[in-house]
């Protein structure tokens, strides 16, 4: 490849030639995510599938205890988050957990940039079940969720692209971070829109993907609303890699289309601002 190419293009010759991908979500995560939509499941089993990896209940915990979650004393257990938050949630903070481990990068720069891509993707996701719940849309919990963990993921592909073109030829590089940032902004959506569809995921992440940006919104897209909403939220907390406190959600198409009202903005707003303290610390 030409030194003098720019960057999304070497890019994307590197990840086509190379035929770069990001691995299907977790075994575990998914088998989760199908117990919870049945009517039955065994507690015990799911507690132990949690408990025998470590890291993924460690996340669990941590998810649960958080200002998302918190009631009024510490979880210590899987079993205790699972009677508190129901099997549902458990199931949702487990996929959570396992997709962290995507979020790394050799590249000291980069990995700066995945830990602040994870806090956003991890407190959107979050923060889209939330408003889903108080605005009493509970058919669209999990959407939502999901959704808000996945609709940076085309950013997610790109950092990881990267990563390993200036692995494997140290001269690529160092980029500045601001054009790093500019190249994977401008292209992540339609990116982590194929991605998804090569994946065969349902349509409904499909569209969160591609049209999280897109202007003028679909209003009628109860789920894209929502993830919209969670993701300007999280800009305007710090929880992003294009920080924006200007951001007036009360004005926003989203919240005005949800029906969103200004104390549940600002609780939203409340909560958001404690997921970056916890995170900063």
């Known amino acids: 490849m030409s030194d003098n190419l720019p960057l999304l293009v070497r890019l994307k010759e590197f990840a086509a030639t190379r ?5 299907v979500f977790s075994t575990v995560a998914r088998q989760l995510q ?5 009517d039955t499941y065994d507690i015990t089993a799911i507690e132990r599938a949690i408990e025998g990896d470590p890291v993924l209940a460690a996340e669990v915990l941590r998810a649960a205890n958080s200002g998302f979650f918190g009631g009024l004393s510490e979880i210590r ?15 949702n903070l487990a996929f959570m957990a396992t997709e962290k481990s995507r979020y790394t990068a050799r590249q000291p720069a980069l990995a700066a940039m995945m830990t602040d891509l994870w806090q956003h993707a991890s407190a959107c996701a979050m923060a889209s079940e939330w408003i889903a719940k108080r605005l009493r849309l509970t058919q ?17 592909f790109l950092l990881r692209v990267l990563d390993d073109m200036m692995t494997e030829t140290p001269q690529d590089g160092p980029y500045p971070p601001e054009l790093v940032k500019e190249v994977v902004t401008q292209v992540h959506a339609d990116v982590g829109h194929e991605l998804l569809r090569s994946w065969h995921l349902p349509a409904v992440y499909l569209t969160i993907v591609r049209d999280h940006h897109v202007e003028p919104v679909d209003t009628t897209n109860v789920p894209l609303l929502i993830v919209r909403l969670a993701n300007q939220g999280c800009r ?13 959600l009360a004005a926003t198409v989203e919240a005005a289309a949800l029906g969103m009202s200004e104390v549940a903005l600002a609780e939203l707003e409340i ?3 404690d997921v970056r303290g916890v995170a900063a610390a």
Do not use: C, M, N, Y
């Open 19 to 23: 035929r770069i991908t990001l691995p």
């Open 34 to 38: 199908e117990a919870a939509r049945s």
């Open 77 to 91: 257990t899987i079993r205790a988050a699972i009677v508190r938050l129901g099997f549902r949630q458990v199931a």
């Open 140 to 156: 669209w919990t999990e959407e939502a969720f999901i959704g808000g963990l996945l609709h940076d993921i085309g950013k997610l």
């Open 236 to 248: 305007k907390a710090g929880l992003a890699l294009d920080t924006d406190d200007s951001v007036a």
């Open 271 to 273: 909560i958001l601002e």
